[in-house]
């Protein structure tokens, strides 16, 4: 175990302290701003991974028409189906 005799109380919820702050500040957040979009179009490259189709879901939810370009035609054949559910 961890020999914590030389902190005292309040040294203790300093670091707790920091430490609960930090964690939220790098937690990030999602943004909650929600826009109609319905007649826009939206060409997103990369959309069958990561950012790319984190960002076609959001656009799409919006309303937006989406045009995704990938690499690699099966996963985002896949890409494509995910969003429609």
Do not use: H, P
């Amino acid at each position: 175990m961890l020999n914590l005799e030389w902190l005292n109380l309040q040294q203790i919820v300093i670091i707790v302290l920091v430490i609960a702050i930090a964690k939220l500040y790098f937690r990030g957040s999602n943004c909650k701003i929600r826009r109609d979009l319905t007649g826009k179009v939206a060409v997103i490259t990369g959309g069958n991974t990561g950012i790319g189709k984190e960002t076609m879901l959001d656009l799409a939810r919006n309303g937006c028409t989406v045009i995704m370009g990938a690499r690699d035609r099966l996963k985002s054949e896949e890409a494509v189906k995910s969003v429609i559910k």
